[in-house]
């Protein structure tokens, strides 16, 4: 992920200037630095530096920030260190005509700031269920498609009072075309849907016409429109859209009063009240209530109007402006349904703590872009920050502990660190972190990041567990620790097997059973390592065609007559799994039917929580297991490709509630993440 961000900023740095001067960290006082490690091979994978582990940066007083960077550049694993700089946008707002009088209303929706990272993939529709369109209006006819008159059926669905040429430009008018006015979204098709003459009209007619803008191709139907009477056939239709998954926007009424009009009190339809951006309060005129989702502007609201231009108020005006936000969301991504914009919307607002009853707040057209990408995900920019976000979502504090260990026993707090680069001493701690409710921090290229000194600050644990020898963790980590006053102690063997089975024998496991995993495959053992936790089942690695003496003996020794095998032949051998006592496999075609099969064998019930993680690397996920026993919450894994296995892995659970997605879109990529949610929300 790292490598990305760096390509990005050598990217802008043709498009943008670069002031001298610095970029502040989040401290005032601290500078940031950026650090390029060496690339360098890694003993356990035999694979090469990964992007993530290549670039880093900390957070460095000012004051120390030369002294620093001479230190980092004489050290021999660092290519280089210096310090970030900062990169200025070079966004311009649009050069349309009346644009001032709209600049307002779109800055404090974040419009302008949205456009610089707005990249429309595909073009969406949005029906304009109203009064109709002026159907030669310069800023509108570029982008009409066909639509139809349900007043005159003969007739084209031409506008006859301006309320829908209002509504029309503020959803889709031309923007940056040296006139009128802008909308934010851009390149929006627009349905005209006549439904009214003068200012009222029957509910069948709006009925018929919500009906026909599903079944001509309609992403977003515009309702600036209803009633304080509900009609059974009303809700049906809405429904029908919604199934098509098609987003319905309404508009929540303007009498000032604690009521909220038809159908936009629906939980479906995604309801609009109205502030006055001028004042930073509720428009005066704008329903309030309980089922309204979102507010957006309202008030002296500028548009497009018969043969040109006029000044509005209303939620018809709020609602035709979240209709072209949520445009926006769905021409970015396009794989949205109309539901799932809607929760975008909703929990991408600006909270108004000052204005009661107007749903979650004030529309936020540059956060609704970034959620789509960050919803439910626990993540940072490499394996160590993902680890260090999940302690500080899984321990606010930490609790105290006993430990017996080289004939001692420790009473206190305790956190795990285990290398970053190498999954099995990491795994092998899951029940331990489980047993101990710790922590389990990484640490990559022979250095304590400072975002996980910070950390341990925070924890501030009297013990730290490290898991391996110096192979895994260098004594230098193990100085670094110890000049932050806690007490380390190193738990290791001479390879990973005994390492494991020294984790193991920390634990006064009650159990007769253990589960045996791969010690040079991690995807079997991610699969059971949230059970082995909660369990309190030991994980034990074995090699393909053998075990390793320790793992005999720790059987032997422990009573274990029952060893559940996870994975394949191809994993695991039959000859193997012949010498294990009471083995019993569990396996599937490839490691994501494999997840499946151990879910199938081992969930509990009453699980309401799952993580999700990718199948194809292991850090990311190699912090949850702890958490993940502690929640009950399972760990499914991931194919980015299309599998059949997610959903029905997912089915599993029929209590599931919530969900997390471990690692950032690099892992996991949006598409797949919003696949999630809606397996998550089916039933």
Same mark, same amino acid.
């Given at each position: 992920?790292?490598?990305?961000? $760096?390509?990005? $900023?050598?990217?802008?740095?043709?498009?943008?200037?670069?002031?001298?001067? =610095?970029?502040?960290?989040?401290?005032?006082?601290?500078?940031?630095?950026?650090?390029?490690?060496?690339?360098?091979?890694? #003993?356990?994978?035999?694979?090469?530096?990964?992007?993530?582990?290549?670039?880093?940066?900390?957070?460095?007083?000012?004051?120390?920030?030369?002294?620093?960077?001479?230190?980092?550049?004489?050290?021999?694993?660092?290519?280089?260190?210096?310090?970030?700089? %900062?990169?200025?946008?070079?966004?311009?707002?649009?050069?349309?005509?009346? =644009?001032?009088?709209?600049?307002?209303?779109?800055?404090?929706?974040?419009?302008?700031?949205?456009?610089?990272?707005?990249?429309?993939?595909?073009? #969406?529709?949005?029906?304009?269920?109203? +009064?109709?369109?002026?159907?030669?209006?310069?800023?509108?006819?570029?982008?009409?498609?066909?639509?139809?008159?349900?007043?005159?059926?003969?007739?084209?669905?031409?506008?006859?009072?301006?309320?829908?040429?209002?509504?029309?430009?503020?959803?889709?008018?031309?923007?940056?075309?040296?006139?009128?006015? *802008?909308?934010?979204?851009?390149?929006?098709?627009?349905?005209?849907?006549?439904? =009214?003459?003068?200012?009222?009209?029957?509910?069948?007619?709006?009925?018929?016409?919500?009906?026909? +803008?599903?079944?001509?191709?309609?992403?977003?139907?515009?309702?600036?429109?209803?009633?304080?009477?509900?009609?059974?056939?009303?809700?049906?239709?809405?429904?029908?859209?919604?199934?098509?998954?098609?987003?319905?926007?309404?508009? *929540?009424?303007?009498?000032?009063?604690?009521?909220?009009?038809?159908?936009?009190?629906?939980?479906?339809?995604?309801?609009?009240?109205?502030?006055?951006? *001028?004042?930073?309060?509720?428009?005066?005129?704008?329903?309030?209530?309980?089922?309204?989702?979102?507010?957006?502007?309202?008030?002296?609201?500028?548009?497009?109007?018969?043969?040109?231009?006029?000044?509005?108020?209303?939620?018809?005006?709020?609602?035709?402006?979240?209709?072209?936000? +949520?445009?926006?969301?769905?021409?970015?991504?396009?794989? %949205?349904?109309?539901?799932?914009?809607?929760?975008?919307?909703?929990?991408? *607002?600006?909270? /108004?703590?000052?204005?009661?009853?107007?749903?979650?707040?004030?529309?936020?057209?540059?956060?609704?872009?970034?959620?789509?990408?960050?919803?439910?995900?626990?993540?940072?920019?490499?394996?160590?920050?993902?680890?260090?976000?999940?302690?500080?979502?899984?321990?606010?504090?930490?609790?105290?502990?006993?430990?017996?260990?080289?004939?001692?026993? %420790?009473?206190?707090?305790?956190?795990?660190?285990?290398?970053?680069?190498?999954?099995?001493?990491?795994?092998?701690?899951?029940?331990?972190?489980?047993?101990?409710?710790?922590?389990?921090?990484?640490?990559?290229?022979?250095?304590?990041?400072?975002?996980?000194?910070?950390?341990?600050?925070?924890?501030?644990?009297?013990?730290?567990?490290?898991?391996?020898?110096?192979?895994?963790?260098?004594?230098?980590?193990?100085?670094?620790?110890?000049? /932050?006053?806690?007490?380390?102690?190193?738990?290791?063997?001479?390879?990973?097997?005994?390492?494991?089975?020294?984790?193991?024998?920390?634990?006064?496991?009650?159990?007769?059973?253990? =589960?045996?995993?791969?010690?040079?495959?991690?995807?079997?053992?991610?699969?059971?390592?949230?059970?082995?936790?909660?369990?309190?089942?030991?994980? /034990?690695?074995?090699?393909?065609?053998?075990?390793?003496?320790?793992?005999?003996?720790?059987?032997?020794?422990?009573?274990?007559?029952?060893?559940?095998?996870?994975?394949?032949?191809? $994993?695991?051998?039959?000859?193997?799994?012949?010498?294990?006592?009471?083995?019993?496999?569990?396996?599937?075609?490839?490691?994501?039917?494999?997840?499946?099969?151990?879910?199938?064998?081992?969930?509990?019930?009453?699980?309401?929580?799952?993580?999700?993680?990718?199948?194809?690397?292991?850090?990311?996920? %190699?912090?949850?297991?702890?958490?993940?026993?502690?929640?009950?919450?399972?760990?499914?894994?991931?194919?980015?490709?299309?599998?059949?296995?997610?959903?029905?892995?997912?089915?599993?659970?029929?209590?599931?509630?919530?969900?997390?997605?471990?690692?950032?879109?690099?892992?996991?990529? #949006?598409?797949?993440?919003?696949?999630?949610?809606?397996?998550?929300?089916?039933?």
């Amino acid at each position: 992920m790292k490598m990305r961000v $760096i390509v990005s $900023i050598l990217f802008l740095i043709g498009c943008v200037v670069l002031p001298n001067g =610095f970029a502040q960290a989040e401290n005032e006082n601290d500078v940031r630095v950026l650090i390029v490690h060496k690339d360098e091979g890694d #003993v356990s994978t035999q694979s090469s530096t990964t992007s993530e582990d290549k670039y880093e940066v900390v957070s460095v007083p000012k004051e120390d920030v030369s002294d620093t960077l001479s230190k980092l550049n004489g050290d021999r694993d660092i290519e280089s260190a210096e310090v970030d700089q %900062l990169v200025y946008t070079q966004a311009l707002p649009p050069n349309d005509t009346y =644009f001032e009088k709209q600049s307002r209303d779109f800055e404090v929706m974040k419009v302008v700031e949205a456009w610089e990272q707005y990249e429309p993939e595909e073009e #969406v529709t949005v029906a304009i269920v109203d +009064s109709g369109i002026d159907l030669k209006h310069p800023e509108l006819r570029s982008r009409l498609i066909e639509g139809k008159n349900f007043i005159h059926e003969d007739e084209p669905p031409m506008d006859s009072t301006g309320h829908g040429t209002h509504v029309a430009g503020l959803v889709g008018a031309v923007t940056n075309n040296k006139m009128g006015i *802008a909308s934010a979204a851009k390149n929006v098709k627009l349905m005209p849907v006549k439904v =009214f003459e003068g200012k009222t009209t029957y509910m069948s007619t709006v009925i018929q016409g919500i009906r026909y +803008s599903v079944d001509h191709g309609a992403d977003i139907i515009n309702l600036s429109l209803g009633s304080y009477n509900n009609m059974d056939a009303l809700e049906d239709a809405i429904d029908y859209a919604v199934d098509k998954g098609v987003l319905v926007v309404g508009a *929540a009424g303007n009498d000032n009063d604690h009521a909220v009009l038809y159908p936009a009190t629906y939980a479906d339809v995604l309801a609009v009240g109205s502030i006055d951006s *001028a004042k930073g309060t509720k428009s005066a005129f704008s329903n309030y209530g309980e089922t309204i989702d979102v507010s957006a502007p309202g008030t002296n609201i500028f548009s497009t109007w018969m043969s040109g231009y006029e000044t509005l108020d209303g939620t018809s005006m709020s609602t035709a402006i979240v209709s072209s936000v +949520s445009s926006m969301v769905k021409q970015q991504y396009p794989f %949205l349904t109309g539901l799932q914009v809607k929760d975008v919307m909703e929990n991408s *607002a600006t909270p /108004l703590p000052q204005i009661e009853l107007l749903g979650k707040g004030l529309i936020n057209a540059e956060e609704a872009l970034n959620y789509v990408k960050t919803k439910n995900r626990i993540y940072g920019q490499t394996s160590v920050e993902t680890a260090v976000n999940i302690s500080q979502n899984g321990w606010p504090s930490l609790k105290e502990k006993e430990l017996k260990m080289d004939g001692e026993t %420790l009473n206190g707090s305790f956190v795990i660190l285990a290398s970053g680069n190498s999954f099995p001493d990491s795994l092998a701690a899951s029940p331990l972190g489980a047993y101990l409710d710790s922590p389990i921090l990484l640490t990559k290229n022979g250095k304590l990041s400072e975002s996980v000194k910070e950390e341990l600050k925070r924890l501030n644990p009297t013990h730290v567990l490290m898991m391996g020898g110096q192979n895994a963790i260098s004594s230098g980590v193990e100085n670094e620790v110890k000049n /932050l006053e806690i007490d380390t102690r190193r738990i290791y063997g001479l390879d990973r097997y005994e390492t494991a089975v020294a984790i193991n024998e920390l634990i006064p496991y009650t159990s007769n059973k253990a =589960f045996v995993v791969s010690g040079q495959n991690y995807p079997d053992a991610l699969s059971i390592a949230s059970y082995s936790g909660r369990l309190q089942y030991p994980v /034990l690695f074995v090699q393909k065609e053998n075990i390793p003496l320790t793992v005999r003996s720790y059987m032997e020794e422990n009573d274990i007559s029952k060893t559940y095998v996870i994975g394949g032949q191809g $994993i695991i051998s039959s000859k193997v799994e012949d010498n294990l006592p009471g083995h019993f496999r569990i396996y599937g075609l490839d490691r994501y039917e494999t997840n499946m099969k151990v879910h199938q064998t081992f969930a509990s019930k009453g699980a309401e929580s799952l993580y999700f993680a990718t199948g194809k690397k292991f850090p990311d996920a %190699l912090s949850i297991s702890p958490l993940a026993s502690r929640t009950d919450s399972p760990i499914v894994l991931v194919d980015n490709k299309e599998n059949p296995e997610l959903q029905k892995s997912i089915n599993v659970f029929t209590n599931r509630k919530s969900y997390h997605i471990l690692g950032g879109p690099g892992a996991i990529p #949006v598409q797949k993440a919003w696949q999630i949610d809606q397996y998550m929300k089916s039933k």
